[in-house]
């Protein structure tokens, strides 16, 4: 039998008592809607309700950063990725947390420029952990 050549760049080593940490990772979210206490937001992959994580909003619409909470997430279809593949569309509604006094004035700013039922650029909004 061959052996097997071991692919890795550097030597690997086991961490005793598997200490937690954090994966952090970037979802592509198109906005729906937006008010001063949270926002809706269509994406392609799971949010499960209770996460907590970042909405940073296009430089387009104000370049803003504020803490969210996913408090709802519903499939509301099919599509398809980039690359082609199938995959569940879902809606989330997003809270928004403690904002400090400059990220509320971002958005209150943002609500201002907003026309109903207008473009938001190019409606992108990127949801970070």
């Known amino acids: 039998m061959a052996a097997t050549q071991d692919r890795r760049r550097g030597k690997r080593l086991a961490v005793a ?16 809607d937006l008010s001063a206490s949270g926002a809706r937001i269509q994406h392609q992959n799971l949010l499960r309700p209770g996460f907590a ?3 940073e ?3 387009s619409l104000g370049d803003a950063n504020v803490p969210v909470q996913v408090v709802r997430s519903v499939v509301i279809g099919t ?3 980039r690359a082609g593949e ?11 947390g ?3 006094p400059e990220q509320r004035a971002r ?5 201002e420029r907003l026309v109903p039922k207008h473009g938001l650029g190019d409606g992108r ?5």
Do not use: M, W
């Not at 008592?17 to 729906?32: C, M, N, Q, S, Y």
């Open 17 to 32: 008592g598997h200490p937690g940490g954090r994966v952090k990772a970037t979802l592509e979210a198109k906005l729906i």
């Open 53 to 55: 994580c970042t909405l």
């Open 57 to 59: 909003f296009p430089a």
């Open 79 to 81: 599509g398809t990725d």
């Open 86 to 96: 199938r995959k569940l569309r879902y809606e989330s509604g997003l809270q928004f």
């Open 98 to 100: 403690n904002l400090t």
């Open 107 to 111: 958005v209150e700013a943002i609500l």
């Open 125 to 129: 909004l990127v949801l970070s952990e």
